[in-house]
């Protein structure tokens, strides 16, 4: 089995790197490429995995290039995990649209229609190279935001799954609470791409007992700490939104928080420079406790999870992935991209039932819904009214003021990754 990592230079990849080696039982890997154009960054990150495979006794081969087509020759999955601009684009996500009195953010709000418009051109011709070099490889996206390139993969043709880590963090940390194992903690988790709630936390699979009451009940306070949310709204929710809610419930309290502080993109690229100096060490033959709070926290996992179902291998039969909606939740387009439990294997993601979804949340989703329409049609086709159009349709801008300010200042900083600009 040969897998391809594109953005094989990114400092996450030793996460990566450490789930293939444990997970070879699940994932019998006997060829690894990291593809990356920035040399320099990925024969660091190369050695440092080879180091990690001898160190665990994997026998599988990593090798790494900067020809995209070559890399991927042969490959039967390739996962992307690319950043087009680096991390000092998303720190211009992460602080012009607070010029305007709106988060910054480099998966949602302005910042991450900038981060669309940088990074769909971009996956859509990997991935149309990826076809020609071999029409049956599967491509598993990580790169964000999720749900608009994964749209805009499967829109194309293209044989593709979206992997977010939002769920089996919830998970691990559910079944932590509950003193049980990880698999047996089945998630109602229902959305879209960063924008999900666990409605249900199920023992044994989909039909299993229903704990989340039991949950809030018992370590409401310690989950509302993590979402930074009040204890108050999680017991009136009945529910456990992503962080990522925040954004949306408490979006006045985060810009002034954004304004106080160093932006993200900042803090982790000062963790990148220590991280990279780290991988250089040819001593370091396992993944630095730093690189957790890199993010991306069982990453690896689920990515092993998903491509070994996905290649006919050991996979769990049931993984929260981004995929078509295909009627799955009614109040959305058919070709809606959601996140939710699914069956997974060689054919692909089929999305599980789901109960009638609430109102609150509903009405949420199809409001971000249509502005990734408008945000994919921006990525796809280009010009300032499209753009203006996707921003006015956001609920964390929605007022034309902020959308004339915010479009002018994303062409102004993104002007070189936007060939129509």
């Known amino acids: 089995m040969k897998l391809a990592v594109v953005g094989g230079g990114s400092t996450y990849t030793p996460e990566l790197i450490d789930g293939f080696a444990r997970l070879r039982d699940t994932l019998p890997i006997e060829e690894l ?3 990356d154009p920035a040399l320099d960054r990925l024969e660091l990150v190369g050695g440092l995995a080879r180091r990690i495979f001898a160190k665990q006794g994997h026998p599988g081969r990593i090798t790494t ?8 020759e042969g490959a039967d999955a390739v996962l992307l995990q690319l950043r087009v601009g680096g991390q000092a684009a998303r720190n211009e996500d992460e602080t012009w649209p607070l010029e305007c009195g709106c988060v910054g953010q480099e998966t949602t709000g302005a910042g991450g229609l900038a981060k669309a418009l940088r990074t769909v051109p971009v996956v859509l011709d990997i991935a149309e190279r990826v076809r020609r070099a071999n029409p049956d490889a599967w491509i598993i996206d990580f790169t964000n935001p999720v749900g608009i390139v994964t749209r805009a993969l499967l829109q194309a043709g293209h044989k593709a799954v979206g992997l977010c880590n939002v ?6 940390r559910f079944a932590g609470m509950l003193g049980v194992s990880p698999t047996d903690v ?10 999900t709630w666990e409605t249900g936390v199920r023992l044994g699979g989909p ?12 370590h ?24 990522y809610l925040r954004y949306f419930y408490a979006h006045d309290e985060v810009v002034r928080e954004l304004g106080t502080k160093p932006s993200r993109a900042a803090e982790v690229a000062e963790m990148e420079r220590e991280l990279l100096k780290m991988y250089g060490d040819p001593e370091l033959d396992e993944k630095p406790e730093l690189l957790a709070k890199r993010g991306g926290a069982y990453y690896s996992e689920a990515a092993v999870d998903l491509a070994a179902s996905l290649l006919g291998g050991g996979g769990s039969p049931h993984q929260v992935v981004n995929t078509y909606n295909r009627g799955t939740l009614p109040f959305l387009p058919d070709d809606a991209v959601i996140e939710v439990q699914a069956s997974v294997g060689h054919s692909g993601a089929t999305p599980l039932p789901i109960a009638p979804v609430d109102p609150l949340y509903a009405g949420l989703m199809a409001n971000v819904t249509a502005y990734e329409d408008l945000a994919l049609e921006a990525a796809l086709r280009g010009g300032r009214e499209r753009v203006f159009r996707a921003l006015l349709a956001h609920p964390l801008v929605g007022q034309y003021a902020y959308a004339e300010g ?3 200042r994303l062409i102004a900083h993104n002007r070189e990754h936007l060939a129509w600009a």
């Open 33 to 35: 490429v990291l593809v």
């Open 65 to 72: 290039t900067d020809d995209l087509d070559a890399g991927v």
């Open 167 to 172: 769920a089996i963090g919830f998970q691990r």
């Open 186 to 195: 089945h998630l109602d988790h229902v959305g879209l791409n960063h924008l």
């Open 207 to 218: 039909e299993g007992e229903n704990v989340l009451a039991k949950l809030l009940a018992e």
């Open 220 to 243: 409401g306070d310690a989950l509302a700490d993590t979402l930074r949310m009040p204890r108050d709204i999680l017991d009136r929710l009945g529910v456990v939104p992503s962080y």
């Open 406 to 408: 915010l479009t002018d």
